[in-house]
């Protein structure tokens, strides 16, 4: 059984390099827009993060730290709507992950 994709949080989580998290952070939002191109009863097999896995290590809240900055210069440079953004990533990492609070926290400011 082939092993299943990684989800942008795994990638986030792997990048070791400011590059790596802007190429995550094109990857999401890129599927982002092929998702809202798509039909609502269209399955989506996009996976934005594993469940279950709960605790962060000082790498990964770096991380998520840096694709939160790269995903917001790309909102800015692309004139993307915050908090549509920030609803999406609430629906698939919920209210507490660390990308939706550092989102929250910058429109907020």
Not at 44 to 62: A, H, K, P, T, Y
Not at 64 to 75: M, S
Not at 95 to 107: A, G, I, R, S, Y
């Amino acid at each position: 059984m082939p092993p299943s994709p990684l989800s942008i949080i795994d990638k986030v989580e792997l990048c070791t390099t400011s590059l790596c998290i802007e190429k995550v952070v094109d990857e999401y939002l890129t599927s982002l827009m092929r998702k809202i191109k798509e039909s609502e009863k269209a399955i989506d097999s996009f996976r934005l993060f594993d469940e279950g896995e709960e605790s962060v290590n000082e790498r990964e809240f770096f991380n998520y730290y840096k694709f939160t900055e790269a995903l917001i210069e790309k909102v800015i440079e692309n004139d993307i709507d915050l908090n549509f953004i920030i609803n999406d990533l609430v629906e698939k990492l919920g209210k507490t992950h660390p990308v939706v609070l550092f989102l929250k926290q910058l429109t907020e400011e």
